[in-house]
């Protein structure tokens, strides 16, 4: 897809839907909320924001996102002119609104994970880029779209929490010459970093500070990982996304190679987060039908939670 593309097809769709990921997180979520206002404010059509799972209350501050909506909210039987998927590495992490998706007319994929196959009529796959963000500024631009403040405060909060505040590998100098540009149009960058890094609730901390003092460390320590169950969640009164940054957390451990973090969903069913310093972990999240980048992946195991780490354990010390 070119950015032409872009263009030809907002203009010429009736209406237009734009979905995030399962568990969506700032890059998915503030490129979604960008893509809605640049739409909306330059070509005078308002999408409809689909969000797969709750939004994280540390994202509540974007601009607009209180008008996104679950997929049970659309009609069984609607069919949009234009569908976009924004940081989706595969269609099934759209959840549920992978049918509404496959039903448009026409279908977008935007994404910046090199393990994103290309699904849609038009693809915009960039690896090199840091983030979804990162990509929709470069188009923005490009086509001399109108970016005003709220939609520089959602695009830089997609590239400041997918480089975990420019700490990543994927933060680069085209990264931080954004992220100036972006501070240009009047993002106050210290007031976002405490929304996304310091604004966690109680028992987000208390469950992160559980995982922690429970982590099991093997081969030399080289990993690193810690299990949470569903009566954990209960236990301490958990969201689904309060385990956002226990797997980085991990992976700060001097000697961590690889960290792992196994959510227990299901009793048939485990979440997997997979970060590192240097092994490709999308390769080990290829292994169960997972994937993301080289330093950050994920995957789903389809087994319980103690059998999906026996495997999982198994996986990673193929690659160490």
Same mark, same amino acid.
């Given at each position: 897809?070119?950015? #032409? ?29 960008a893509?809605y ?14 969000? !797969?799972?709750?939004?994280p ?9 209180? @008008? !996104? ?8 039987? &609607?069919?949009?002119?234009?569908? *976009? ?8 992490? /759209?959840?549920?609104?992978?049918? +509404?998706?496959?039903?448009?007319k ?18 915009? *796959? ?12 470069? /188009?923005f ?7 005003? @403040? ?8 997609? +590239? ?35 929304y ?7 028992? /987000? ?5 559980? !995982?922690?003092?429970? !982590? ?18 209960? #236990?301490?009164h958990? @969201?689904?996304?309060?385990?956002? =940054? *226990?797997? =980085? ?10 960290a ?5 969903v ?10 590192? &310093? ?11 039908? =997972? ?17 999906? &780490?026996?495997?999982l354990?198994?996986? +990673?010390? &193929?690659?160490?």
């Amino acid at each position: 897809m070119n950015y #032409q593309d872009f263009t030809k097809n907002i203009v010429e769709a009736d209406d237009i839907v734009i979905f995030s990921h399962v568990n969506p997180d700032g890059d998915t979520l503030g490129s979604m909320v960008a893509l809605y206002q640049i739409i909306k404010n330059n070509y005078k059509k308002e999408p409809v924001m689909v969000v !797969a799972g709750d939004i994280p209350d540390i994202y509540k501050f974007l601009p607009d996102i209180s @008008k !996104a909506v679950t997929f049970d909210k659309i009609s069984k039987d &609607k069919v949009f002119s234009l569908a *976009i998927a924004i940081d989706i590495a595969a269609k099934d992490r /759209m959840g549920m609104g992978t049918a +509404i998706f496959d039903r448009a007319k026409v279908k977008m994929n935007i994404d910046h994970h090199k393990t994103n196959n290309g699904f849609g009529d038009y693809s915009l *796959i960039r690896p090199e880029a840091c983030s979804a963000g990162e990509i929709l500024f470069d /188009m923005f631009e490009e086509l001399g779209l109108s970016i005003n @403040k709220e939609i520089a405060d959602s695009l830089y909060t997609s +590239i400041v929490t997918d480089t975990g505040g420019f700490r990543f590998e994927n933060t680069t100098a085209k990264t931080f010459q954004i992220a100036s540009k972006l501070v240009e149009y009047g993002v106050h960058a210290g007031e976002i970093a405490r929304y996304c890094f310091e604004s966690k609730p109680k028992p /987000m901390v208390l469950l992160q500070a559980n !995982a922690l003092m429970n !982590a099991e460390f093997l081969e030399n320590e080289k990993i690193a990982y810690t299990c949470i169950t569903i009566a954990d969640m209960a #236990q301490l009164h958990a @969201k689904e996304d309060y385990t956002e =940054g *226990i797997v =980085g957390a991990l992976r700060q451990i001097k000697t961590t190679e690889v960290a792992a973090v196994l959510k227990e969903v299901t009793s048939q069913s485990t979440k997997v987060s997979l970060r590192s &310093k240097h092994v490709d972990v999308s390769k080990i999240a290829a292994a169960f039908n =997972g994937g993301g980048h080289a330093f950050a992946a994920g995957c789903t195991i389809q087994k319980p939670i103690q059998i999906a &780490k026996d495997k999982l354990i198994e996986e +990673i010390k &193929k690659y160490l």
